[in-house]
């Protein structure tokens, strides 16, 4: 026998419930395996403090209580009527529609930016090459106001080498 099926049948054991060849197995076993004598140990010592463990007594007049109690609940019927039933209706749903609505505009949008409409895609397909390019540029294009500023005819020299130096 192993220490996993002993294991699974020490409260048997300690019970008085196993007779004949499991019994004085399970009795040898325990003599041997140190670890499932402490197992054994383990349990009686539980059945122990359980058989110290003093009840409490409910009050004489709990059950009365309890039944009282179950007897006043409101079904559930009653709650759904009492939550959806006449009273000042604005008061109550208005929060929750205006609530519904911006969660649809605001899921709305987010679908279309994720997936831009089918015409968009062939727009893109009759661009030329050179459209492309401009369209890449854009970013260059936006920061216009950058571009402004510079003056041209100082900064010629600087800008014509920076094309040398992203070439190196």
């Given at each position: 026998?192993?220490?996993?099926?002993?294991?699974?049948?020490?409260?048997?054991?300690?019970?008085?419930?196993?007779?004949?060849?499991?019994?004085?197995?399970?009795?040898?076993?325990?003599?041997?395996?140190?670890?499932?004598?402490?197992?054994?140990?383990?349990?009686?010592?539980?059945?122990?403090?359980?058989?110290?463990?003093?009840?409490?007594?409910p009050?004489p007049?709990?059950?009365?209580?309890?039944?009282?109690?179950?007897?006043n609940?409101?079904?559930w019927?009653?709650?759904?009527?009492?939550?959806f039933?006449?009273?000042?209706?604005?008061?109550?749903?208005?929060?929750?529609?205006?609530?519904?609505?911006?969660?649809?505009?605001v899921?709305?949008?987010?679908?279309r930016?994720?997936?831009?409409?089918?015409?968009?895609?062939?727009v893109?397909?009759?661009?030329?090459?050179?459209?492309?390019?401009?369209?890449?540029?854009?970013?260059?294009?936006?920061d216009y106001?950058i571009i402004?500023?510079?003056?041209?005819?100082?900064?010629?020299?600087f800008?014509?080498?920076?094309?040398?130096?992203g070439?190196?």
């Amino acid at each position: 026998m192993n220490c996993n099926d002993l294991k699974n049948m020490i409260s048997a054991y300690m019970d008085g419930e196993l007779k004949g060849p499991e019994h004085h197995l399970i009795k040898k076993h325990l003599a041997t395996c140190r670890s499932c004598r402490k197992e054994a140990e383990n349990q009686e010592n539980i059945w122990q403090l359980l058989g110290e463990y003093e009840g409490i007594d409910p009050s004489p007049d709990y059950a009365e209580r309890f039944w009282n109690r179950v007897e006043n609940r409101s079904s559930w019927r009653e709650k759904i009527r009492s939550i959806f039933g006449p009273g000042d209706m604005r008061s109550r749903w208005v929060p929750a529609v205006g609530l519904a609505c911006v969660l649809i505009v605001v899921s709305t949008i987010a679908i279309r930016l994720q997936f831009p409409p089918p015409e968009l895609n062939n727009v893109i397909a009759s661009l030329s090459e050179i459209d492309l390019d401009m369209v890449a540029s854009v970013d260059i294009l936006e920061d216009y106001e950058i571009i402004q500023e510079i003056d041209f005819f100082s900064d010629l020299e600087f800008i014509e080498r920076l094309d040398q130096l992203g070439a190196s």
